[in-house]
């Protein structure tokens, strides 16, 4: 069974601040995939990164960047120099390879306060 | 379109109706799925479908929820006899389907609220 777990329910930081959110999975196969979407208040989910778990290079995107770690069974998401923009829900999510079926896991609520 | 659309937005019905929730995927993405967000279980699949047919519904969560899929674009998810823990908001999501299963990566719709009274 496939399980994805975000323990932070909530998280407030003021702006400019630096923020990880922690994102842990389990699962018994071997190849698989993690993702990271963004849900801001409109709704819709936005697709925010990818990964393979063969690939554990840490990304950097702009102020966005992701430390995967097979060791420890985490893809955790941090946020350099926060943002109003930056608040909304973050969900993690795995699949198998084969399989499009995403598991996520219960979202992080960032706010961001000015 | 531009994006996925989905109707309608908000829908209030009373318990034991049925309810139909319609998702327009983006042009030419082969692959539609249907998700349900509820306070209670985060958000869960319910069903995939790679042009008309449906290899995976494995997460429909009773014999009262249906979905079809037509030309290989408009989807429906119909509910019958709608009850109280139905109330959700169903997201529904298209992809290109361009990459291995698994790697696809999802465009959403900003969903439908269910209100069951």
């Known amino acids: 069974a496939q399980k994805v777990t975000q323990a932070q329910t909530e998280i407030s930081v003021v702006e400019k601040e630096d923020v990880t959110l922690d994102c842990v999975y389990e699962?018994?196969?071997?190849?698989?995939?993690l993702f990271w979407y963004k849900q801001p208040p409109s709704g819709e989910l936005v697709f925010l990164i990818r990964?393979?778990?063969?690939?554990?290079q840490n990304e950097i995107s702009g102020r966005y960047s992701w430390n995967f770690q097979k060791s420890t069974s985490s893809f955790n998401f941090t946020i350099t120099a926060s943002q109003v923009v930056d608040s909304a829900v973050y969900f993690c999510?795995?699949?198998?390879?084969?399989?499009?079926?995403?598991?996520f896991g219960t979202g992080t609520r960032l706010t961001i306060i000015p | 379109g531009a994006g996925v659309s989905q109707s309608p937005s908000n829908k209030v019905t009373e318990k034991g109706k049925d309810v139909e929730l319609r998702c327009d995927p983006i042009?030419?993405?082969?692959?539609l799925y249907w998700y349900r967000q509820s306070l209670g279980q985060g958000l869960e699949f319910l069903i995939y479908?790679?042009?008309?047919?449906?290899?995976?519904k494995s997460g429909l969560p009773s014999d009262r929820f249906s979905a079809e899929r037509t030309g290989g674009s408009v989807s429906t998810l119909t509910i019958q006899r709608t009850q109280q823990e139905d109330s959700a908001v169903y997201l529904c999501?298209?992809?290109?389907?361009?990459?291995?299963?698994?790697?696809?990566?999802?465009?959403f719709g900003a969903g439908s609220r269910l209100t069951v009274l």
């Open positions: 042009s030419g993405h082969t692959a």
């Open positions: 699962t018994r196969d071997t190849t698989y995939y």
């Open positions: 999510a795995l699949t198998n390879f084969g399989n499009e079926k995403l598991t």
């Open positions: 999501a298209s992809s290109l389907a361009d990459r291995g299963a698994g790697a696809n990566v999802l465009t």
């Open positions: 479908f790679q042009g008309n047919s449906a290899p995976d």
């Open positions: 990964r393979n778990s063969f690939d554990e």
